[in-house]
């Protein structure tokens, strides 16, 4: 969905050093999300974010932090990047509703050496 | 707590006929449902969802079915295409507290058509 951005598609780096993940949205939506998802497996929650004042931890939050600087941009960082934190990471938002669908970002593919 | 899962992680049917795929889930306080289309080097895309206030939706070529009586969705894509070819994952939303607005995943079913 183009109006859901990642910055970058593609990053190779090595253990130890600090990566940042961006994502920035163009739907006016409150509520964005980071997720991790590893081949077999489905979507896990890292963290999320219901407005700009508040951040969540997910069900998979331990080595990861995130950063919401406006509406329309919330970062995901690894602090000391791990060789298992190798994976395919999607941001998503959606409305102020709960029953609201998520939209998501086309994913950061990031490998850890 | 809540687990969502698929009864089969593959599924190969032929151009032209129905698929079915299958999730269950455990969490009885679950009351909103989504199935979603993740196709391969892409993001997950919306294909339909459901309130737990009904049993039965329908959208262009896919129905979903819920029953909760037994904790169950299903998703029917009628006359499967090539282009149907990709990931499906189930996803639900409990709605209640901390976990208001947040979605939890299966695994996925990953549909083949073939010709």
């Known amino acids: 969905d183009a109006d859901v951005t990642q910055t970058p598609r593609n990053r190779i780096t090595k253990t130890g050093k600090r990566i940042m993940l961006e994502c920035s949205q163009t739907k006016g939506h409150d509520r964005m999300y980071w997720y991790r998802q590893d081949p077999g497996l489905g979507l896990r929650l890292i963290y999320y974010?219901?407005?700009?004042?508040?951040?969540n931890k997910g069900e998979i939050s331990d080595g990861y932090s995130v950063s919401r600087q406006a509406q329309a941009k919330f970062s995901l960082s690894l602090e000391s990047a791990i060789p298992n934190q190798t994976a395919l990471y999607f941001c998503?938002?959606?409305?102020?509703?709960?029953?609201?669908?998520?939209?998501f970002g086309p994913g950061t593919r990031l490998t850890v050496l | 707590g809540e687990s969502v899962g698929l009864h089969l992680p593959t599924l190969s049917v032929q151009e032209g006929d129905n698929s079915i795929i299958n999730c269950a889930y455990s969490?009885?306080?679950?009351?909103?449902f989504i199935w979603y289309k993740q196709e391969s080097g892409k993001g997950p895309q919306f294909i339909i969802d459901?309130?737990?206030?009904?049993d039965k939706r329908q959208g262009q070529r896919v129905t979903v079915l819920l029953n909760k009586t037994v904790k169950h969705l299903s998703l029917q894509i009628a006359a499967t295409q090539p282009g149907d070819s990709a990931v499906y994952f189930c996803a639900e939303n409990s709605g209640i507290g901390s976990t208001l607005g947040r979605l939890y995943f299966g695994r996925g079913t990953q549909l083949t058509v073939w010709p």
């Open positions: 974010s219901f407005d700009v004042k508040d951040i």
């Open positions: 969490n009885s306080a679950s009351d909103y």
């Open positions: 998503a938002t959606s409305a102020g509703n709960p029953y609201n669908e998520q939209f």
């Open positions: 459901i309130r737990s206030n009904m």
